[in-house]
């Protein structure tokens, strides 16, 4: 079965004029895209080309701008979702690490108390604590990365806490 020729034909104007401003099909940016973009990689602070094309492109609002303005409409609007998402990824991350405070305060209680029980002689006791204080750099890592910021600008001296502690719980087992 073939499809009528003025079907085809009308079917390839309005891909052709889809944009309305007859620039080609579907996913190809507009003309105004275009022109704004070399604009800006040619004027914008730190702003090129591409990286333009990359957030306009693909936003159906900056697609369907008629006119610079509209466009930094569009941008704008970007920007205000980026920096709202950032706002919960922060609130998020100074909840957690809030709480990770309150772990290492707790860890640092512990390895004072196990100092203590090493010079006393008492090394069972020291290395039960310095077992348990070993977790907590642990925990603040599952904190961090389950969070909904998933970013951990704490591994490193996580790590190095876990393993300074467990070093002390190995050779205090001895």
């Known amino acids: 079965m073939?499809?009528?020729p003025h079907v085809v034909l009308l079917l390839t104007l309005i891909l052709l004029l889809g944009t309305g401003d007859g620039s080609l099909a579907v996913g190809t940016p507009s003309a105004i895209i275009r022109r704004t973009c070399a604009a800006v990689g040619r004027t914008g602070p730190g702003v090129g080309y591409d990286s333009c094309m990359d957030a306009l492109s693909g936003d159906p609002a900056a697609a369907a701008a008629k006119d610079a303005r509209e466009l930094?409409?569009?941008?704008?609007?970007?920007t205000v979702a980026n920096v709202t998402s950032t706002v919960l990824v922060l609130d998020d991350l100074v909840c957690n690490l809030g709480e990770c405070l309150r772990s290492y305060r707790d860890m640092?209680?512990?390895?004072e108390g196990a100092l203590g029980d090493?010079?006393?002689g008492r090394l069972k006791a020291a290395s039960d604590k310095l077992q348990h204080a070993s977790f907590a750099p642990s925990d603040c890592?599952?904190?961090?990365?389950?969070g909904s910021a998933e970013?951990?600008?704490?591994?490193?001296?996580?790590?190095?806490?876990?393993w300074l502690s467990r070093l002390a719980y190995v050779i205090a087992s001895l």
């Open 2 to 4: 073939s499809m009528d």
């Open 72 to 78: 930094a409409v569009v941008a704008t609007k970007l």
């Open 108 to 111: 640092n209680e512990t390895l």
């Open 118 to 120: 090493l010079a006393a």
């Open 141 to 146: 890592d599952i904190l961090l990365f389950e």
């Open 151 to 162: 970013k951990n600008p704490m591994s490193e001296e996580n790590n190095d806490a876990v």
